[in-house]
């Protein structure tokens, strides 16, 4: 991988301060700088080849387009919502997560906000502290015996699922990528949304935010759900339709919601935030001590081995990845999607493929294994190749991605 040099970087959030030592260990200069207007990320964004963000910093189009020599945005975190990833990737920059560093602290918030909900915790609190004593009220319901839907079967969704067993629930869910027989070994049956929606007490989602999964959650699904469903959104504003969900509680159709995100952070919006039925919480999915400090310490490493040219993990832009490695590897990189897109042609099933090994001949193709695999499966499976895998192409992660047998890649 031909080596990128950067000298300065910007970190424009509250990131762990391991992120800014191990970057100036290794020569980097860098400068923190938080709560930035736009206007103000826009002037400052010019000096400096990398920027690292969390979720409130809005890389957006505009500022890509103002930066003269920016080459990294480095996300410490997982969604990468918050960049304009396309255009960056037209700028050439690389963009790059730690998805795994905040998994567990994700998920252990989701399981907080379900057990609140099934016994109205923070109201008691609220009440207790407003001088009452009202046993009646907060009259609950055991979590033991009950349905939880899981709708987004991948890092975090796992994690919660086995979390949630330990408390008797039967977990089902749902997901186009992860294999029914994968979630099956860790006790989730998956099924359709359409069968799923009627047979949950809980409904947690756990999937990026994208088209497909805007308003998951809408009116018609609301409808399907068992009357009084109560729902968790921990991870991206927008896959529960705020509006939808806010006419659910008020019709008793939806008995709670627990979110920790929302479409427009902070939410102007104070309606469900208000709903006696609702807690809330200002996006603390990831902010554990635990979580940010592997955020920080991977995305600092991952931005040192990069400038390095030890290895790129973590971009999410497979494009620009290509573009990286030595321009002699690009030919390689294109023929790699090209067998991919071939191979795509002549299968009519939708399933994705269950084993795939790729043999090449000759000593050029030796070091190609990374690039040339990941660029075979952008070909083959487009829409089968989560952002996890992209970033973290490694073959275990992918089998636990949808690909049963991770392509094997021989050389002779
Ligand atoms: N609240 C917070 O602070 C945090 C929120 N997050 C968010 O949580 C979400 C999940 O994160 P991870 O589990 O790490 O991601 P992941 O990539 O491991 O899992 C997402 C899963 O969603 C599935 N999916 C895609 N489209 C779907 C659809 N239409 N229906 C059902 N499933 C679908 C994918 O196949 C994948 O298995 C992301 O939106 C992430 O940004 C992550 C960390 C902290
Ligand atoms: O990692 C994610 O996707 C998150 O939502 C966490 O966001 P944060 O880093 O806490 O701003």
Not at 12 to 36: A, H, R, W
Not at 47 to 59: M, N, Q
Not at 236 to 245: N, Q, T, V
């Amino acid at each position: 991988m031909a080596p990128i040099s950067i000298k300065r970087i910007l970190i424009s959030e509250s990131v762990d301060p391991c992120c800014k030592k191990i970057l100036q260990e290794n020569g980097i200069q860098v400068t923190e700088k938080q709560n930035m207007s736009k206007d103000d990320l826009i002037a400052e964004i010019k000096d400096y080849d990398g920027l690292v963000v969390r979720s409130a910093t809005k890389v957006t189009a505009d500022v890509i387009n103002a930066t003269g020599n920016l080459q990294i945005i480095g996300r410490a975190g997982t969604g990468v919502d918050n960049v304009d990833v396309d255009t960056a990737t037209k700028k050439g920059i690389i963009v790059m997560n730690t998805p795994s560093g905040n998994t567990i602290s994700a998920a252990e918030l989701t399981c907080t906000l379900l057990m609140s909900l099934s016994r109205h915790v923070p109201q008691a609190a609220m009440s207790m502290k407003a001088g009452n004593w009202d046993r009646k009220k907060f009259m609950g319901a055991e979590m033991y015996g009950k349905i939880l839907g899981i709708v987004g079967l991948g890092r975090i969704g796992k994690e919660v699922a086995t979390r949630m067993q330990s408390f008797g629930m039967k977990t089902i869910g749902y997901d186009p990528i992860t294999p029914p027989e994968v979630t099956a070994t860790w006790g989730v049956d998956q099924m359709s949304l359409e069968q799923l929606w009627p047979q949950c007490d809980y409904i947690t989602v756990h999937t990026p935010l994208m088209p497909s999964t805007a308003g998951l959650l809408n009116d018609t699904s609301f409808a399907k759900c068992k009357k009084g469903v109560k729902v968790v959104n921990c991870a991206r504003g927008g896959i529960i339709d705020e509006d939808a969900l806010l006419r659910a509680l008020e019709s008793g159709q939806c008995g709670g919601a627990g979110l920790d995100v929302f479409v427009e952070e902070p939410p102007k919006n104070r309606a469900l935030v208000n709903h006696p039925n609702v807690i809330s919480c200002p996006h603390l999915g990831a902010s554990t001590k635990e979580a940010q400090a592997r955020c920080g310490q991977d995305i600092a490493l991952q931005i040192v081995d990069m400038v390095m040219g030890k290895g790129l993990v973590g971009a999410v832009n497979a494009q620009v990845l290509a573009s990286t490695f030595s321009p002699g590897s690009h030919q390689w990189i294109k023929l790699g999607e090209a067998v991919g897109v071939v191979l795509k042609s002549c299968t009519t099933s939708k399933q994705p493929f269950s084993q795939v090994q790729i043999t090449t001949q000759g000593k050029h193709c030796k070091a190609l294994d990374c690039p040339y695999i990941l660029q075979f499966l952008v070909g083959a499976e487009p829409q089968r190749v989560p952002t996890a895998c992209l970033s973290h192409w490694q073959p275990a992660v992918l089998k636990g991605h949808g690909f049963s047998s991770a392509p094997a890649l021989r050389n002779r």
